[in-house]
């Protein structure tokens, strides 16, 4: 089942809804259900199993419902406005890991013991379709980046390993895009990955009971239509069940929470030379099961 946060070109107003499994282009919103949330986040933390089957079995029906064309709104992110931080992991395929030593001209010993973790600002996520700004004056290395981002269903703490997915909610697709001049100048990342308009997520969120655990998806972007990245989620250094566990002995992780996994090769800092974004790029983000993401650079 798939959740959507979309907005009425007619009147702006902010609704969420489920897609229609039988066909792509219709939205359900979930007001015609007697379910009403503030947002998609408050949805998460509030809805019961039994609201749920009950829009997994309506988001199986073609017919009898009210439905909107995808055609009549606006795409937003599932999640606009993460109440914390978004967590992030860096140099978690080892192709990335050895482009990103590359390029920054550092030996690569092939050994990552740990996950790397960080944190991305996040005031408003862009929606599918969205515009990314190419911020001229301060970053001359704008890159993307695609990546499985998990969003915890119910508070996170001391969870097991083998208990990690009950904790899941479901996926959706994250652009880490990035300002490598700062991300480099800085030797930390928070800056460089935490620029207004630097956070695309989308379209949806895919429920936890659409994927084999854990997850093994094709994952890809393109920019300009033409294939960047290509891999499968089934080689994450540290998958999520790891990084759910690992994370919750030391914080607790609020519903809501989101989570990138990472990125795989081809990354435009991983060319030779480097094959940075610039004013009119698209880049379209794909991963199975959840869909596209598409933002443009302004």
């Not at 092939?110 to 004056?137: C, L, M, Q, S, T």
């Not at 208990?163 to 800085?186: E, P």
């Not at 239509?225 to 990084?243: C, K, P, W, Y």
């Amino acid at each position: 089942m798939k959740f959507y946060t979309f907005k009425m070109k007619t009147t702006g107003k902010e609704e969420l809804a489920i897609g229609c499994a039988c066909n792509e282009d219709r939205l359900y919103p979930l007001s015609q259900f007697d379910m009403h949330f503030a947002d998609m986040t408050d949805l998460i933390s509030r809805i019961t199993p039994a609201e749920l089957q009950i829009l997994k079995i309506a988001s199986q029906k073609e017919d009898g419902l009210r439905f909107v064309p995808k055609a009549d709104t606006i795409a937003c992110s599932p999640i606009i406005s993460p109440r914390q931080d978004v967590i992030c992991l860096g140099i978690n395929y080892m192709a990335h890991a050895e482009e990103s030593a590359r390029y920054k001209k550092e030996a690569f010993g092939g050994d990552r013991p740990y996950p790397i973790y960080f944190a991305k600002r996040v005031n408003e996520a862009v929606g599918d379709g969205g515009i990314v700004p190419a911020y001229e004056n301060l970053v001359d290395s704008l890159d993307y980046e695609v990546e499985l981002a998990v969003v915890i269903g119910k508070d996170a703490k001391n969870v097991a390993k083998e208990d990690a997915y009950d904790y899941v909610f479901g996926y959706t697709i994250l652009n880490d895009m990035s300002a490598r001049n700062l991300q480099t100048r800085h030797k930390q990342w928070y800056f460089g990955k935490s620029l207004d308009g630097f956070t695309p997520i989308g379209p949806c969120i895919t429920t936890i009971d659409e994927f084999q655990n854990p997850p093994e998806l094709a994952i890809k972007s393109y920019v300009n239509g033409e294939l960047r990245q290509n891999s499968n989620t089934s080689l994450l250094i540290f998958d999520v069940a790891h990084v759910i566990s690992e994370l919750s002995q030391g914080m607790t992780l609020k519903a809501g929470t989101i989570i990138a996994t990472g990125t795989p090769a081809g990354v435009g800092m991983g060319f030779e030379p480097p094959n940075f974004l610039k004013p009119g790029d698209t880049v379209t983000c794909e991963i199975e099961k959840i869909g596209t993401l598409t933002c443009t650079i302004q």
